[in-house]
Every structure is written in structure tokens, then in C-alpha cells.
Antibody, heavy 120, light 108 residues
Framework: QVQLKESGPGLVKPSEILSLTCTVSGVSISSYYWSWIRQSPGKGPEWIGYVDDSGATIYNPSLKSRVIISIDTSKSQISLRLTSASVTDTAMYYC??????????????WGQGTLVAVSS | EIVLTQSPGTLSLSPGETATLSCRASESLASNYLAWYRQRPGQPPSLLIYGASARATGSPDRFSGDGSGTDFTLTISGLEPEDFAVYYCQHYGSSVFTFGPGTTVDIK
């Protein structure tokens, strides 16, 4: 069974780097694309970007200048770094997977999410 | 950039009734890449429908999807207690994933 677990600081100061990790278990990491998605309170989800097992990435154009997503296949971990954090980056951050072999552009499994607040 | 609009914003219904939710795109979509999710309070979204009309693994058969072009519909036939939640449509195209703002189905 696919399990995704997000971890990282729950509080980040404005202008600092928001950094999160997603640890994957129960699945071959090479079988999926791995996305970060965030959701502000009362809003729809917002896709941040994804990475594959080779380290290739695609980012949301609206966040591209501030985002780095990376993968460590030896640890089955996907990382997110968002620079120059601001209060508008306060959100629940999710890690999610998309099955590569049957591609419909969907998010098939999600972690439970981690809440990040940006505040001084 | 494709924008997804969902209506109504809130739908108030009783258990056992049928819910019809709409998702409209700002331009014509490839139907293969239109999905629906349900999000219960305190939980991540869960995939219900992909390819506009195919049920995801584990998705109950009371959920059905339809539509093409710019207009898509999710129908829930016979609302169960766990169906009172928020529903999102989502599109993939040009290497970008986009979600709609959601429809809340609450108990009347």
C-alpha cells in the first residue's frame, strides 16, 4: 500500500526558505511522478510542481522562480524548497503521486499533509 | 492558462438525494484529463473520477462523471453521510495541473 508522509517545520519566518520532505513507502518510486500540492484555508488545491525518479522537474509557472523540488531515490524521499516565503505561502502542503504507466494526469495517492504557517 | 469554474458554490441536500455538480473550463479540454476529487474535513482530496467518466479504484458506483469540451458534470446518486464534503474538478494540460475552486455539498 502506498504511503506518503510529509514532514518539516510548521512555522517559517517571512523571507526565509520553506523546506519540506515527503517520505514514500510501499511502492516503487520509479513508477510514479511525485508532486507537491498546497491548499490555503477555504481554497482549492494549488499544484506546485513534480519530479520523476531521474530528477526531472516541471513547476507551476506561477511559482517557478521560487521552487526547487528534488528526489533522493536511495531514501525514497521527495523534497520541496520554496524561497522568499511570505504570508501568502501559509497553507497545508501535500505530497501526491501520479501513476506513470496509466497517465490521466491525476493524483492517485496523497499524504495527510503538513500545515505550514509563515509568520514573524 | 485554463481556468476551471465550479457551480454551485454550495449545494444543500438531504441524504438519499441526488447531487449534480458542474465544472466549466475557460477553453475546450481533452476529456482524458478531467478528474473529480472528494475532500472530507481534515483529509486530503481523494480521486473519484478520471478521464471525465471513469471511476477510480474504490470509488462507489453512485458517483458518475460526464461531459466534454468545456462542460463537465459529477453526479452523486443517493447521497451517503460521507458524501457531505467538498468536491473539486482538476485538469491536466500543457504540463500544468489546475484545480477548480470547489463545490461544498452540505446537509439540508
Amino acid at each position: 500500500q502506498v504511503q506518503l508522509k510529509e514532514s518539516g517545520p510548521g512555522l517559517v519566518k517571512p523571507s526565509e526558505i520553506l523546506s519540506l520532505t515527503c517520505t514514500v513507502s510501499g511502492v516503487s518510486i520509479s513508477s510514479y511522478y511525485w508532486s507537491w500540492i498546497r491548499q490555503s484555508p477555504g481554497k482549492g488545491p494549488e499544484w506546485i510542481g513534480y519530479v520523476d525518479d531521474s530528477g526531472a522537474t516541471i513547476y507551476n509557472p506561477s511559482l517557478k522562480s521560487r521552487v526547487i523540488i528534488s528526489i533522493d531515490t536511495s531514501k525514497s524521499q521527495i523534497s520541496l524548497r520554496l524561497t522568499s516565503a511570505s504570508v501568502t505561502d501559509t497553507a497545508m502542503y501535500y505530497c501526491a503521486s501520479s501513476y506513470r504507466s496509466s497517465w490521466y494526469g491525476t493524483f492517485d495517492f496523497w499524504g495527510q499533509g503538513t500545515l505550514v504557517a509563515v509568520s514573524s | 492558462e485554463i481556468v476551471l469554474t465550479q457551480s454551485p458554490g454550495t449545494l444543500s441536500l438531504s441524504p438519499g438525494e441526488t447531487a449534480t455538480l458542474s465544472c466549466r473550463a475557460s477553453e475546450s479540454l481533452a476529456s482524458n484529463y478531467l478528474a473529480w476529487y472528494r475532500q472530507r474535513p481534515g483529509q486530503p482530496p481523494s480521486l473519484l473520477i478520471y478521464g471525465a467518466s471513469a471511476r477510480a479504484t474504490g470509488s462507489p458506483d453512485r458517483f458518475s462523471g460526464d461531459g466534454s469540451g468545456t462542460d463537465f458534470t459529477l453526479t452523486i446518486s443517493g447521497l451517503e453521510p460521507e458524501d457531505f464534503a467538498v468536491y473539486y474538478c482538476q485538469h491536466y494540460g500543457s504540463s500544468v495541473f489546475t484545480f477548480g475552486p470547489g463545490t461544498t455539498v452540505d446537509i439540508k
